[in-house]
């Protein structure tokens, strides 16, 4: 097997040959197994162990076992405990989901604060079968029936292409010690069932399966990639990109057969998953919104529009002081005397200078805003005005308002209010400009 490994490692995987590598070690013979051969390799390596708590002695132990090995054999370890029960009940999620989120956040951390280029763990085909099978029976697209990628960021999988059998017969052969995890055995997880009741069947039907199962996984990812390079060519001919805001056209969009496979390759890289929500958007009201951690998907009128979001702006307060002053962020804002008036448009305004009372205050629009547009008698709602002018609910997030004295001056790139206006009697002009 270690030749067979080496020919691999140099074939898929030549940038760890001068790496430094962190390998998730638990003890297991998979896990010791992926160590050993690293070291045969003489390959940078250190250690890193995680100690969940779940098995009381048993837990410690496993961490004494690794804390031996590595000072035998002169590797750098790393270890840390955690109480993975609390994490679980705090963010209401399972105990092997919270020692997954525990396990990469650390490696993670590592990774940074000690420069490590690759994170190596010990999944092997085995493991493959039984991901494929949990996704399967849950429902999934393609991207779950590939299971366990190879490569996922700097997290690499070097012996997904070995079995179980292979990696035990190896350990067995080189007299590589190893700690036996209790709850292996134990039936209670989903997991488990898979490995012990249904893959043994799947094997006995088919001594071949594991052979078999490695070519299905191959013409998978042929497929995906057939997708995702026809995917691409029909997304690039329906998105529309302005202002950091993404679109599509409702209507455009309809004409395609199949239009919400579409929807969900576009959307997928952002972390949405409600997808019958969204594919619902397409026929709702203008104006809904469906959310991800990272972007908001927005229906108006007859485009769907996806921004990412951005921390609330809303309360923040720009102030300037004086004339001699410059806004330089969120937005370029200046102000001169200028007796000279050219032709306005909504980046230049110029007013009656004694009307105006320092200090000016640029914020985001509020609801309830009130303001006089220029050339209109009466008032009007500043909410009213962008539903008029069909302003999406994106773009109001980015508006922002020129205050003096608690009276809006201008909705800065859109329009001046009236009240300040320049008129025959005015002595002092002032000019505000706004440079994108």
């Known amino acids: 097997m270690l030749q067979e490994y080496k020919q691999h490692i140099i074939s898929q995987f030549p940038f760890l040959l001068e790496s430094r590598i962190l390998i998730a070690v638990s003890g297991g013979v998979d896990s010791m197994v992926l160590l050993h051969l690293l070291q045969q390799l003489n390959l940078n390596c250190s250690v890193a162990h995680c100690n969940f708590n779940l098995r009381g002695t048993e837990s410690d132990l496993d961490e004494e076992f690794i804390r031996d090995y590595c000072i035998k054999k002169a590797i750098p370890c790393y270890v840390k405990s955690f109480d993975t029960i609390f994490y679980a009940d705090k963010h209401k999620i399972s105990i092997q989901m919270a020692a997954r989120e525990l396990r990469y956040q650390w490696f993670h951390e590592l990774e940074k604060k000690h420069q490590f280029k690759y994170i190596l763990t010990a999944h092997h085909l085995d493991d493959q079968v039984e991901t494929f099978l949990i996704n399967f029976i849950r429902g999934t697209g393609i991207e779950g029936l590939l299971g366990i990628p190879e490569v996922n960021d700097t997290i690499i999988r070097t012996l997904l292409c070995f079995s179980r ?85 409702i209507s455009e969009l309809k004409k395609i057969e199949n239009y919400t496979f579409y929807l969900y390759q576009w959307l997928k890289e952002f972390g949405f998953s409600a997808w019958n929500d969204i594919y619902a958007l397409v026929d709702g009201q203008s104006g809904k919104q469906i959310f991800s951690q990272t972007h908001v998907l927005l229906k108006n009128r007859d485009a769907l529009i996806l921004v990412e979001k951005s921390s609330s702006e809303h309360d923040t307060l ?68 962008f539903k008029d002018e069909k302003i999406s609910i994106f773009d109001k997030q980015k508006i922002w308002i020129l205050e003096s004295n608690n009276k809006i001056v201008w909705i800065i790139d859109y329009r001046q209010d009236d009240r300040f206006k320049v008129e025959q009697t005015t002595q002092n002009t002032l000019k505000i400009e706004f440079l994108k």
């Open 165 to 249: 059998e292979q990696i035990l017969n190896f350990a067995n052969e080189q007299n590589i010690k190893w700690k036996e995890d209790s709850s292996n055995a134990s039936d209670k997880y989903f997991r488990n069932k898979l490995r012990h009741q249904v893959i043994p069947v799947l094997k006995e039907l088919n001594p071949s399966f594991l052979k078999s199962f490695q070519s299905t996984i191959a013409r998978l990812k042929q497929s995906e990639n057939a997708v995702i390079e026809c995917s691409k060519k029909t997304l690039d001919k329906l998105i529309q990109v302005n202002n950091n805001q993404i679109f599509i056209k």
């Open 318 to 385: 720009f102030v300037l002081k004086n004339i001699e002053e410059e806004l330089k962020f969120p937005l370029k804002l200046t102000l001169c005397n200028d007796s000279y008036i050219q032709e306005q448009n909504k980046s230049i305004i110029f007013v009656d200078a004694d009307k105006i009372e320092f200090p000016l205050i640029v914020r985001k629009w509020r609801e309830g805003d009130v303001f006089y547009p220029l050339g209109m008698k009466g008032s009007k709602k500043v909410s009213k005005f």
